[in-house]
């Protein structure tokens, strides 16, 4: 059983920045696949991006939606996950919310069937 709790969410001016956090307990070792989902209202929830570790560090994926605006990161001993967002826009208004999926280590993308855990979620609000 993995537990999620998300924080960092706000409201923040456009082309402001907010970096999120999720601390993951329940599970010794978090180098599994792990990502960051958001939904807003009246729209279907986005992958947003996602890691996992390979042989040679990270590898992420992102949304075309925030490509080169987002960066997701995290510190394996402090089993905590993280997602920088720069250049915020008000189409990134949404709930944000942590996964993971400790089922796999080798292969991780930003389907929603892909993850077996979820936090609760941390809103963003970003304003013109």
């Known amino acids: 059983q993995v537990q999620l709790v998300e924080g960092g969410g706000g409201s923040v001016q456009a082309g402001g920045s907010l970096r999120l956090s999720c601390a993951a307990s329940g599970y010794s070792d978090s180098r599994y696949c792990m990502g960051w989902f958001r939904q807003a209202p009246g729209k279907e929830q986005e992958g947003v991006s996602s890691i996992r570790s390979g042989h040679n560090g990270d590898v992420t994926t992102y949304a075309n939606s925030v490509k080169d605006r987002f960066t997701i990161s995290r510190d394996n001993a402090k089993n905590t996950l993280y997602l920088e967002m720069n250049n915020l826009q008000p189409e990134d208004t949404a709930m944000y919310y942590c996964?993971?999926?400790?089922?796999?280590?080798?292969?991780?993308?930003?389907?929603?069937?892909?993850?077996?855990?979820w936090g609760q979620g941390t809103q963003v609000t970003v304003v013109s």
């Open positions: 996964a993971a999926a400790p089922r796999f280590w080798s292969y991780c993308d930003r389907a929603r069937t892909t993850f077996e855990y």
